[in-house]
């Protein structure tokens, strides 16, 4: 069974730093989409960042561009988000999720397997 295991959350001060991690079992990175979402109460989930499998190609969110960065250890079957210049806006629950398209999906719906999730807290 598929289990994807984040961590790496917590409370950060505005204009710091995060580093989140997901731990993925039973599948290797290069078949699947990895995807980081965020979801703050009342506001729909949103996809953040994306890595594709196959040529490891990369999507941001407009808000997160020249902050956030994507990356991948194959080795260790984990995918992080590494998180700068964090801002109030940032704070959410951030899902870490993965789906077997081959070109990046923007929709939750392109994704099929989902993290419990990991809080990000930002101070200001």
């Known amino acids: 069974q598929v289990q994807l295991i984040e961590s790496g959350g917590g409370l950060v001060q505005a204009g710091g730093s995060l580093r989140l991690s997901c731990t993925a079992s039973?599948?290797?990175?290069?078949?699947?989409?990895m995807g980081w979402f965020r979801q703050a109460p009342g506001k729909e989930r949103e996809l953040v960042a994306a890595?594709?499998?196959?040529?490891?190609?990369?999507y941001y969110t407009d808000s997160v561009k020249g902050r956030f960065t994507i990356s991948r250890e194959i080795a260790r079957n984990t995918v992080y988000l590494q998180m700068n210049s964090v801002k109030p806006e940032d704070a959410a629950v951030y899902y870490c999720a993965a789906g077997p398209q081959l070109r990046i999906g923007i929709q939750v719906n392109d994704y099929t397997y989902w993290g419990q999730g990991t809080q990000v807290t930002v101070s200001s």
């Open positions: 890595l594709s499998g196959t040529v490891g190609s990369t």
């Open positions: 039973e599948f290797t990175f290069r078949t699947y989409t």
